[in-house]
RNA sequence: GGAGAGAUGCCGGAGUGGUCGAACGGGACGGUCUCGAAAACCGUUAUUCGCGCAAGUGGAUCGAGGGUUCGAAUCCCUCUCUCUCCGCCA
C-alpha cells in the first residue's frame, strides 16, 4: 500500500499518477488524510491521558509500599475517572485506525515514471520484437490437435478427474513438463538466483502481503476449513519469506526463484482464449523476485527483463516485450513488462511472463525493511517475474516446431528431456 | 487425533502483580590498547505511533487477540505456533 506522509507530501502529483492508471477515486486520498489527521488528534488525547494515568499508578505503588493507604485509594477514585473518560476515545481511536487502513488499501500503487499513458492492451507500448516467426507447413495444426495426436496432454481426462482447466500432463508431455521447469530453475541458480520450494498454500496474512486480498480474493482457490489459499502464483509464499523482517542493507539484493503449480479460478473467463493450455486453472510456473535497495529497482526491473529475454531466446521462440500502459497495468505494480510468444499456428501473441516493480507497495504491507548508512529503517522495493509459465510456452513450442514428422525441440532442453524430438 | 510442556530483545536465558523495555551471558558494532591482530577494558546495541524547530518528550509493544486490576511479561479466557510422549501416516 501507499505511505501516508508521501500521499500529504505529494498529493497533487498522487492524483495525477493515479489519473494515469485511469483510478477514478482520487478522492480516497483525501479521505486518507482526513482519517489520517483525525488518528493524530485522537493519539495525542488519548497519550495525555494515558500518561496521566500511568503516572499516578505508580504513584500508588509507592504510597502502598510505605503504607498509606488512604492517600492510594483516593488516588484510585482519581484514575478511575480518568479511565472512564480514556474508553470512548480508544474505541475512537481504533475505528478510525481501522477505516484508515480499509481506505488506504483501496489505492493501487502509482505508475513509475516510464509507464506509458493509455487506457487498453492496444495502448501497451512494444518495446522489441526477437526470434523469427516460423513458418509451418501446410498441414500445421494448433498445440491441442499435437497433445492429441503425440498423446502429451489430456484434456478429456482432467474433466473427469477434477473439471475443465486442469489437464493431465501424459508421458512425453509429462516429462516435458518436468523439463522445462528443471531447465528454468538451472536457468535461474545459474544467474544468481537462490531456489526455494514453498508451500503451495498460504495464510491470509502472506495473501494480504502482495497483494492479492482485498483486491482479488475471488480469484484464489479458498480452503475454508484450514482458512488457507491456493497460492495463484508462488510470487505469494516466496515474497512472504521475508514479511516483517529487518534486513542489513549488505543482505540487497535478495534473489530467489521457485517453481510451483500456481491455482486460478479465472472467473468470468469464457470462450475461444480457453482452448487448450491457452488459460488454465492449474498451471506450472518457474518465478523470480527480487528484494532490493529502493534506489535500484529500476534498474533491476531492466536486468530481469534482460534475463527472461535470455531465456526465451534460448528456447528459440519469437517473442515481443510490452511496457504495459497505465490503464493495463495490475493493482500492485509501478511499472511491468509483459513477455510474449507467436503462437504460430494459432497466429496470436500469448503472454508467457510479466516482470514487475511494485517499488514499496507490498513490502509497505510486508514490512520488508532494511537498516540504511543512516541507521534510518527504509523499505526494500520488490519485484517478481515469471521464468516462465509452462503451457503456453509448451502450446509455442509444440506449435512452431512442428513439421511433417514429428517436434524438434531446442537444443537446450534435449539433455533435459532425454530426446531431442518428439515423434 | 489424545496427553503434557512451552512461546521473553540478534541469540541463549532470568523474571509469577508495582519504579521492567525488561537482570545476566553471548554475539554484533564503536572506542582504548597494538606495527597489526587476539585478549583485556570502556561504551553502544529493539520496533512503532505521536508532540516538538530542536534538545527532548509522551503512548504502544515480552507469540496474537480479549479480560481482571489503580497497576500485567507475570493472573484469567480464546486463538496460533513449537516441543515431548502416544496414536496415525508418505
Given at each position: 500500500m501507499l505511505q501516508v506522509p508521501f500521499l500529504r507530501q505529494?498529493?497533487?502529483?498522487?492524483?495525477?499518477?493515479?489519473?494515469?492508471?485511469?483510478?477514478?477515486?482520487t478522492g480516497l486520498v483525501d479521505e486518507v488524510l482526513a482519517l489520517d489527521d483525525e488518528r493524530k488528534k485522537l493519539q495525542l488525547e488519548f497519550?495525555?491521558?494515558?500518561?496521566?494515568?500511568?503516572?499516578?499508578?505508580?504513584?500508588?505503588?509507592?504510597?502502598?509500599?510505605?503504607?498509606?493507604?488512604?492517600e492510594a485509594e483516593s488516588k484510585k477514585q482519581e484514575v478511575a475517572a480518568w479511565k472512564l473518560s480514556l474508553e470512548p476515545i480508544s474505541q475512537q481511536l481504533a475505528g478510525v485506525e481501522k477505516k484508515l487502513e480499509e481506505t488506504i488499501v483501496k489505492l493501487p500503487n502509482l505508475p513509475g515514471p516510464a509507464v506509458p499513458p493509455g487506457k487498453t492492451p492496444e495502448d501497451n507500448v512494444i518495446v522489441r520484437e526477437g526470434g523469427n516467426k516460423p513458418t509451418l507447413h501446410a498441414n500445421a495444426v494448433p498445440h491441442w490437435d499435437l497433445a492429441k495426436k503425440y498423446r502429451l496432454i489430456d484434456f478429456e481426462l482432467g474433466n473427469k478427474i477434477t473439471g475443465s482447466g486442469f489437464p493431465v500432463y501424459t508421458g512425453r508431455g509429462a516429462r516435458l513438463q518436468r523439463a522445462l521447469i528443471q531447465y528454468f530453475l538451472d536457468f535461474n541458480t545459474g544467474a544468481g538466483y537462490t531456489e526455494f520450494l514453498p508451500p503451495f498454500m498460504v495464510n491470509e496474512a502472506s495473501a494480504f502481503g502482495t497483494g492479492q486480498?482485498?483486491?482479488?480474493?475471488?480469484?484464489?482457490?479458498?480452503?475454508?476449513?484450514?482458512?488457507?489459499?491456493?497460492?495463484?502464483?508462488?510470487?505469494?509464499?516466496?515474497?512472504?519469506?521475508?514479511?516483517d523482517e529487518l534486513l542489513k542493507e549488505s543482505d540487497l539484493p535478495i534473489r530467489m526463484t521457485a517453481y510451483s503449480p500456481c491455482f486460478r479460478r479465472e472467473a468470468g473467463s469464457y470462450g475461444k482464449d480457453v482452448r487448450g493450455l491457452n488459460r488454465l486453472h492449474q498451471f506450472e510456473k518457474v518465478e523470480l523476485v527480487?528484494?532490493?535497495?529502493?534506489?535500484?529497482?529500476y534498474e533491476t526491473l531492466e536486468e530481469m527483463v534482460s534475463h527472461v529475454e535470455r531465456l526465451i531466446q534460448s528456447l528459440g521462440l519469437s517473442y515481443r516485450i510490452l511496457n504495459l500502459c497505465g490503464g493495463d497495468m495490475s493493482f500492485t505494480s509501478a511499472q511491468t513488462y509483459d513477455f510474449e510468444v507467436y503462437s504460430a499456428a494459432q497466429q496470436k501473441w500469448l503472454e508467457v511472463s510479466s516482470v514487475s516493480n511494485f517499488e514499496a507497495y507490498q513490502t509497505n504491507r510486508m514490512k520488508i525493511r532494511f537498516k540504511d548508512a543512516q541507521g534510518r529503517n527504509q523499505l526494500v522495493h520488490s519485484l517478481n517475474g515469471s521464468s516462465l509459465a509452462l503451457p503456453r510456452i509448451v502450446a509455442c513450442l509444440l506449435e512452431n516446431n512442428q513439421t511433417e514428422s514429428g517436434i524438434e525441440l531446442p537444443a537446450v532442453l534435449h539433455s533435459y528431456f532425454g530426446s531431442k524430438n518428439i515423434q
Open positions: 505529494h498529493t497533487a502529483l498522487v492524483k495525477e499518477r493515479l489519473a494515469i492508471k485511469l483510478f477514478k477515486e497519550d495525555t491521558t494515558q500518561s496521566k494515568v500511568n503516572g499516578a499508578s505508580k504513584e500508588i505503588g509507592q504510597l502502598m509500599a510505605k503504607g498509606q493507604k488512604a486480498l482485498p483486491d482479488k480474493e475471488g480469484q484464489m482457490y479458498f480452503v475454508t476449513e484450514d482458512k488457507f489459499y491456493l497460492i495463484p502464483t508462488s510470487e505469494v509464499p516466496v515474497t512472504n519469506i521475508y514479511r527480487q528484494l532490493v535497495h529502493p534506489e535500484k529497482s
